[in-house]
Every structure is written in structure tokens, then in C-alpha cells.
């Protein structure tokens, strides 16, 4: 494989010669700020159109970017998995497909302490502001560069590493919309059991307003449901499956994750090489308007959709969404190393009482294989049950030990997954209220 260096780079590309100005380049950036609040203010300078802000003590400038604080949380996952990869495989080369300002790109080399990162976004007036920020961090260590910026469309650059043979271990794909284009260059240009961040940002479809939109996007035909929301992440998880298994890979979820702000949809998965074996996790989900339940539907199943509440074989109460991904949203071992690196680091553990943590803890409960896709929202429960909305804890509880898998979820904070059906939630709702 050829190492990317400037004279490797298209003459198409805008290569910087950035100045060098080191910066701390300690992984263990939670010294750098002690405060566990990951964004500050930012602080405005008139005279250059900089806007400087800090992210887990990084400074940097977001100028007249597309950069949201939010999206913090979003970074703090990627990087807690890109430095997971580098501890396991000893290298890690980021290509970071839509930078922006490259504040993604100056975390991965800051505090995954990635070999190389490749920071590229489409346009060109972002070059001073990508430049100046990544030259925080030294260009070259000895002989071989330790960043670059390419301006770029994503797919042109990624078809480019891909001819040339230039593979990355970590592709991160902050896209905006249901902007699904990017998928093919970009598993192309990853390295075999590399790592994909992929985004979606339409909450509209995975809310099912516009399911020809997530039919073109996505390959799958989304409607409305309850859960819609968790629909949204494995929408963009069987879209990934999908043109993944037309390449010869296979994917899986490490982690899965949805923000309502903006609303964002963000997914990290390895791809391996190999089809999906026959359909499984990979299918139709139908919701039962009558009785509240869910359920999974192969495509040998089509035509015999139907919700044993009903007598009749089509049932007329169902909405039925697919195909989409329907297994664990995220990996079990793979989350708990992502909180146990974010306790090493300062991010999580029960003192800190972070957002982080909670949102890791939940997380893990989640990755437990029992429990079935989409979750079950209380206020929901209570308008069946006809009483007032149950506390999430005492239901949990009860639920525990009936023997039923229960987690809460991180998409909606008065929800819980479990494998327990909805008639056995409203009876538990009903004694509760006793
Ligand atoms: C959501 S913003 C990126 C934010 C950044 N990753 C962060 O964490 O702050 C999306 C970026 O994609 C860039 N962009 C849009 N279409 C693109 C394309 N086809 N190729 C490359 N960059 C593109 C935009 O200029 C914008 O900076
Ligand atoms: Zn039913």
C-alpha cells in the first residue's frame, strides 16, 4: 500500500503547508481541561471572522464553517473508537470525508493519536480554517506526514485513495440530509475490517413522511411508528448492509446513536469481508396500531403479515416499515471498552456524572442480545392501561423480576426496550397504579 503523502495527492487536490506550531499532543487530553464540560463558548474575533471555541480542552477556530456544539457527544463516540482500533491494531490512518472546520480530524490525531488523518471537505473557503487548526499538531513526525488537506467532493477524494490503493482504517462521514452517496467510494476506500462513521440528518424520513425518500436513500420504505427515531439509525444501518452486500462485505454495528439535536442519526461499523448470511437481521418490523405490538418479519413471511390480536389473516391495524436492520443496535464488548476508555480518561464514571456516562451506560444495557428492536414509551403504556404515566424505574423493576430483558433507551428518555409484549405493560402499569 503507498503511504499518502503530497506528492500522492491528485494535482486536483489543495494540499496546505501548514506552519508548525507543536501543541501538547498528549492522549490523555482530559489534563489539558480539567472542566468535564466537552464545549465552551465561543469567543468571537471581529477583525478575522474567527470563532474560536474549545472542545475537551482543544482550541480551535470555527470561522464561517458549518459547525454545531451539539454535535460534541457525536465526536467524543468516534474518538473513543478510533483510539480503541489503534490500542487493538497499533495503527490508525483517518480519512475524515466532510471536516468542516477539522475539528473531528485535530480530536483523531490529538487524542486517538491517530498516525495520519486525512481532513477534506467540498469547500474551498474552508482552507485557512482546516489548515490553521490542524497546525496545532506538528505535520510530520520523522519522515512521514501526520496530516493533509484535501478540498475535495467527499467522493472524488475517496474514489482517489481507493485507486491509488490508499486505504484508511477509519472513514468518518458527517453528511447532512439522508445523503446516501457516499457509501460505495467510501467502503471502497476502507481498509478491510476498517471502521465507517456514517450520518443521516432527516428526521423526517425515519419519521415516515417520506418513505419514497428513504426508498431512493436507503432501499427501505419507512412508515410511521412509534419508535421512529431507533427506525432512523437502522435505516441507516440496513442502507449500509445493503450496498455493503453488493460489494462482497459484511457489516456490523459497534455502536449506534441518535441526537435530537439537528436531529442526528450516527452509526460506527466494521466492515468485514463476506455476504450477510441469508437475511437475518435484515427485514421488515410491523407495528400493530390495535394492540401496541411489534414485530419482525422475514421476506419469506411477505404476504402472510399479520398481528395474532386480529382473526384475520391481513391485518388492517399493521404498519409495516422495511427492509431495515433489525439486530442489536450496537456491540456489547465493543461499548463497554468505549466506557471503560471514557472512565480511563476522565469522560465518564459515576463521580463525573457527565451526560457522556449516562449516555455509555444506557448504551451497554441496551447492547443485550435479548432484547428486541424498538422500545416501548410509558405515556403510551398509560393511554392503554387508562392510567397515569407509571414510573420508569418501579416498571423496570417489576419487569426484572418477571424475568423480562429491560434497558432504558437512549433515544427517548420516558421509553424502555424490552422483550416483555405490550398486554404484560399495561397489566404492570394497571398494579402499579393500585
Ligand atoms: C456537517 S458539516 C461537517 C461538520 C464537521 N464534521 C464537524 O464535526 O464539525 C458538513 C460539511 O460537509 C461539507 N460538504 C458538503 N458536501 C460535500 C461534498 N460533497 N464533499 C465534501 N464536503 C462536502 C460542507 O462544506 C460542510 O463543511
Ligand atoms: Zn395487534
Redesign the pocket.
Given at each position: 500500500m503507498s503511504t499518502l503523502t503530497p506528492k500522492t495527492l491528485s494535482p486536483f487536490s489543495f494540499l496546505c503547508n501548514p506552519k508548525s506550531k507543536p501543541l501538547n499532543q498528549n492522549p490523555k487530553f482530559a489534563t489539558l481541561n480539567p472542566n468535564p464540560i466537552p464545549n465552551s463558548e465561543p469567543i468571537l474575533d471581529s477583525d478575522h471572522k474567527s470563532e474560536y471555541r474549545t472542545e475537551r480542552g482543544l482550541k480551535f477556530d470555527?470561522g464561517e464553517?458549518?459547525?454545531?456544539h451539539e454535535?460534541a457527544t457525536?465526536?467524543d463516540l468516534g474518538v473513543l473508537a478510533a483510539s480503541l482500533y489503534k490500542k487493538s491494531k497499533g495503527k490508525l490512518r483517518v480519512l475524515?470525508?466532510?471536516?468542516?472546520?477539522?475539528?473531528?480530524s485535530l480530536r483523531y490525531l490529538v487524542e486517538a493519536d491517530a498516525d495520519f488523518v486525512l481532513a477534506?471537505?467540498?469547500?474551498v473557503d474552508?482552507r485557512n480554517v482546516i489548515t490553521e487548526n490542524l497546525s496545532q499538531v506538528e505535520r510530520s513526525s520523522g519522515e512521514d506526514p501526520r496530516w493533509a488537506v484535501t478540498?475535495?467532493?467527499?467522493?472524488?477524494?475517496m474514489t482517489e485513495c481507493y485507486l491509488k490503493r490508499d486505504f484508511y482504517d477509519l472513514i468518518?462521514i458527517?453528511?447532512?440530509g439522508s445523503?446516501s452517496?457516499?457509501l460505495r467510494s467510501a467502503i471502497n476506500a476502507l481498509r478491510m475490517d476498517g471502521l465507517l462513521y456514517v450520518?443521516s440528518?432527516d428526521g423526517f424520513s425515519s419519521g415516515g413522511r417520506r418513505p419514497q425518500q428513504t426508498l431512493a436513500a436507503y432501499g427501505a420504505y419507512v412508515r410511521p411508528m412509534p419508535y421512529s427515531n431507533e427506525l432512523g439509525l437502522r435505516m441507516l444501518i440496513g442502507g449500509v448492509v445493503r450496498v455493503a452486500s453488493v460489494m462482497g462485505y459484511r457489516v456490523t454495528p459497534l455502536f449506534s446513536y441518535y441526537s435530537y439535536h439537528g436531529p442526528v442519526f450516527r452509526v460506527m461499523l466494521r466492515v468485514i469481508r463476506g455476504k450477510l448470511p441469508d437475511s437475518r437481521h435484515y427485514g421488515f418490523i410491523s407495528y400493530c396500531r390495535d394492540c401496541g405490538n411489534s414485530l419482525e418479519f422475514s421476506w419469506d413471511e411477505l404476504g402472510r403479515i399479520s398481528c395474532p390480536c386480529n382473526d384475520s389473516k391481513v391485518s388492517m391495524s399493521l404498519v409495516v416499515s422495511g427492509p431495515l436492520w433489525t439486530g442489536p443496535l450496537h456491540d456489547a464488548a465493543y461499548t463497554a471498552d468505549m466506557l471503560n476508555l471514557a472512565e480511563e480518561w476522565g469522560w465518564a464514571g459515576s463521580d463525573t456524572r457527565t451526560d457522556l456516562d449516562k449516555l455509555l451506560n444506557i448504551m451497554v444495557a441496551e447492547s443485550d442480545p435479548r432484547l428486541p428492536f424498538g422500545f416501548i414509551n410509558l405515556d403510551e403504556v398509560a393511554s392503554r392501561a387508562k392510567v397515569n404515566s407509571p414510573a420508569l424505574k418501579a416498571v423496570v423493576s417489576t419487569l426484572q423480576k418477571e424475568g423480562y430483558a429491560v434497558s432504558r433507551s437512549h433515544i427517548e428518555s420516558n421509553a424502555l426496550k424490552t422483550n416483555c409484549p405490550m398486554s404484560e405493560c399495561i397489566r404492570v402499569a394497571q398494579e402499579l397504579q393500585r
Open positions: 470555527t464553517t458549518f459547525f454545531r454535535s457525536g465526536r475524515d470525508a466532510l471536516c468542516g472546520c477539522g475539528i473531528r477534506n471537505d467540498g469547500n474552508n478540498l475535495l467532493d467527499a467522493n472524488r477524494i468518518d458527517d453528511s447532512f445523503d452517496s457516499f450520518t440528518t
